[in-house]
């Protein structure tokens, strides 16, 4: 479980279905910028690296990590996408309201997986620090963004 024994944009590249008949929806969340526009590029790149057109990756950015859930329903019940991916980075404060954000979407993410046709893949960091959002956002540990685009072309494919 650990992402210190991981690193993010290691995979197996055969393993990874031709994604070139695939339309993807991203959500992107502003909230720490710095780290998301940096999961998003990983996440593009990783999906044309596999086949996927840019004019069938859509973006799309909500204003923070808790209106990931909404946007995410968006585009599963009206993009026609063969698979929706996430990307936030909550970082902790000095106020509970962090568990409050990363419960809401985990919950929310789930529930959409849990209900609907379309896979979601979860690209929510949820750090103690900034430095530990960087170091999963192309740093040492990798990028998430890599990682979820891997996930999103298995599952659109499973
Ligand atoms: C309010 C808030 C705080 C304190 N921290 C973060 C964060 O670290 N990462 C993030 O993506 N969003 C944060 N937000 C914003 C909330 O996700 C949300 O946008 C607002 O509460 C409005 O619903």
Not at 80 to 102: K, M, N, Q, W
Not at 130 to 155: F, P, S, T, Y
Request: aromatic share 8%; glycine share 10%; hydrophobic share 40%.
């Amino acid at each position: 479980m650990a992402t210190a024994l991981h690193n993010l944009s290691d995979y197996d590249f055969d393993s990874v279905p031709d994604a070139s008949n695939m339309c993807f929806g991203i959500v992107v969340a502003e909230w720490n910028s710095e780290i998301t526009g940096t999961l998003l590029e990983g996440a593009v790149k990783t999906l044309e690296k596999h086949g996927a057109l840019s004019e069938n990756i859509h973006v799309k950015t909500v204003p923070g990590s808790f209106e990931l859930v909404y946007g995410a329903k968006q585009m599963v019940l009206n993009g026609g996408y063969d698979a929706v991916i996430i990307l936030g980075s909550v970082i902790r404060g000095e106020t509970p309201h962090f568990d409050y954000i990363c419960q809401g979407v985990t919950y929310g993410i789930a529930r959409i997986n849990a209900t609907q046709d379309t896979p979601v893949i979860y690209g929510l960091l949820t750090t103690n620090n900034l430095q530990q959002a960087k170091d999963r956002a192309g740093g040492k540990l990798g990028n998430k963004g890599d990682e979820c685009a891997v996930d999103a072309i298995k599952m659109a494919k499973f």
